[in-house]
Structures are given as C-alpha cells and as structure tokens.
C-alpha cells in the first residue's frame, strides 16, 4: 500500500482528542469569533453569528460551564450590555483544538518526496 | 476524508477570526472614489486659483466632509448588501483609531479659521499637518485591516514631511495655489494607486 495515498495509515488520535465542546459548530464559532477579538457583547456576536437569542445563550452557556468563557453585565446607558471573553482555559482550549485540526490536515496530506 | 473535513473547519475558523478582527468593506471602490475626489478638488483649487487661504482650507474642509458622506455611504451599502452589521466590532475599532489624529486635524484647521491667521506659511503648515495625521490615521487604522494600510499610512506621514522639508528650502514661500496641487496629488494620488492595487489584487484572488 502506497503510504503517500491521502487517508493510508492515519492516525485516529487527534481526531480522538478534539474538544467535543468546541467541535459543535455553534461554539467552535463563538470560540473563532472571541479569539480574534478581545471581547464582543451578545448583540454583536448574535448579529455576526445570525443566531437566535436562545440558541446563543445556550452555547454561551455550554462554553461558560467549561471555563472557556468569561461572561460580564453591566450596563450602556439604561440598557443592560453582556460581553463575552475568551478565559486564558478557552484561549489554551482553541488553540490546542486548532493545533490538533491541522495535524489532521497534515496527516491526510501525501508527504512531499 | 477527515483531512478535508479538517481543512474545511480551519477555513471557516479562519473567515469568522477575519470577520472579527479585520475590516475589510468596501475598501477599494472608497479609495478609488475618495482618490478622484482628491485629484478633482486639487484640480479645482488649482484652476480657480484660490490663493486665499480661508478658501483653502474652506475648499479642503469640504473635500474631507463629502469624502467623509461618502465613505459612510458606501459601507453602509455594501454591509446591507452582504447582510452584515454597519457597526460591526472591527468598524468600530477602525473608527476609534481613526478618530483622534482627524480630529486633531479638523481642530487645526478651525483654530486657524477662528484665529483668522491668515499667514500662508501656517495653512502650509497645517497641509503637512494634514497629510501626517491622516497617515498616523491609516497606520492606526491599518492594525484592524488588511493589505498594507499601515504602509499606506507611513507614505502620507512620508508625504507630509517631505513637504514640509521642501517648504524649508526655497527663499520664498509658493503660493497656496499649489498648495492646491500638492493635497490633490498626496491625497488624491496615494488613494487612487492605494484603490487601483486593491482592486487589482483582489481580481487576482477572485482568479485563484
């Protein structure tokens, strides 16, 4: 068998290893929005995600249980005003998630000879 | 199989982190739009010969507030058409980076008009003034946006001190005329090559 043919001797580890919470499409989002910015309120996230109020709540919710998410209110004005952060855990937690999808990348890739 | 599923989650992690972080709309039909703006006001100021320095700046303060019109009109267009948020959290980065070096521009020159120093030597002064804010503007700006902005903002800051090292020079000062000319040609020219590389580039990844 040719070990340079794309999906011959993979290692399923990595794939194993994937943060199940961060792998859910709605969270591994929020996640990817928060690491390239320091903070973001749930208006803005919900507006740049086209989620529902609930449905973001819910993932916002996930992530905060696991410790990858930091979650403040205050008040703008009058208005109440919750902003999200990625914890120094969500920061590791993603990166590490990211690490391990380009290993899989690079794993199903043929090697250059 | 699991590589391309791989690959194409790193893509998607890669556009929202590009979402959040950079400012990319509208960025090369504003510069070229705001760079024919430059080169017709320059134009105009230069053929009506206003050598009147109340007229200049007035003539100049214009240009900025229509630039200004403009610009806003633009993104706001284009995030509705990508049904996307005006005040996005990059906008709003863009804007609180742009915001102090314009204002101090915008102050200058309404001091001189409140002061009615009518020294030529002070409006070009304040034209290399201009040209260095607007290029600290950029620069900052550039952090939350993509494709040489900060380059593009150190060729104005460029700009504004050569002017000014070239105002050093002549025995006599020259008229405000080309004063004219001059903010035509840096402003004017350094967005129309800014948007036409823009452009260009963009047309190439389209092809990619």
Redesign the interface.
């Given at each position: 068998m040719d070990r340079n043919q794309?999906?011959c001797c993979?290692d399923p580890e990595p794939?194993l290893q994937l943060d199940r919470v961060i792998h859910e499409r709605g969270r591994?989002?929020i996640m990817?929005?928060?690491?390239?910015?320091p903070e973001?309120s749930f208006t803005?996230l919900r507006?740049?995600l086209?989620m529902t109020d609930g449905n973001l709540s819910v993932h916002i919710r996930t992530l905060q249980e696991s410790g990858y998410l930091a979650v403040t209110k205050s008040f703008h004005g009058h208005r109440p005003l919750t902003t999200c952060a990625l914890t120094p855990a969500g920061q590791t937690a993603f990166a590490r998630y990211?690490k391990l999808?380009?290993q899989?990348?690079r794993?199903?890739?043929p090697e250059k000879t | 199989m699991h590589g391309e599923w791989a690959a194409k989650h790193l893509q998607v992690i890669r556009t929202l982190m590009e979402r959040s972080a950079l400012y990319r709309q509208a960025l090369a039909p504003i510069m070229l739009r705001l760079g024919f703006l430059g080169l017709a006001a320059g134009g105009l100021g230069y053929a009506s010969g206003w050598d009147d320095p109340r007229a200049f700046i007035g003539l100049w303060i214009a240009t900025a507030t229509v630039a200004f019109g403009w610009t806003l009109g633009m993104v706001r267009r284009q995030a509705l058409k990508d049904e996307e948020p005006f005040w996005s959290p990059p906008a709003r980065r863009v804007v609180q980076a742009l915001l102090p070096p314009l204002a101090a521009g915008m102050f200058f020159a309404f001091l001189l008009l409140a002061k009615h120093s009518w020294n030529p030597l002070a409006v070009w002064g304040l034209t290399c003034g201009w040209m260095v804010l607007y290029g600290c503007a950029m620069n900052a700006a550039g952090f939350f946006m993509p494709r040489g902005m900060k380059l593009f903002g150190w060729l104005f800051i460029g700009a504004g001190c050569a002017t000014l090292l070239a105002l050093t020079c002549p025995e006599r000062l020259p008229l405000l005329r080309w004063g004219h000319l001059v903010m035509g040609g840096v402003f004017g020219g350094l967005h129309l090559t800014y948007g036409v590389y823009l452009r260009w580039t963009e047309t190439n990844l389209d092809a990619v």
């Open positions: 794309p999906g993979v794939f591994m989002a990817s929005l928060l690491a390239a910015s973001l803005e507006d740049l086209k990211l999808l380009e899989i990348v794993q199903t890739r | -």
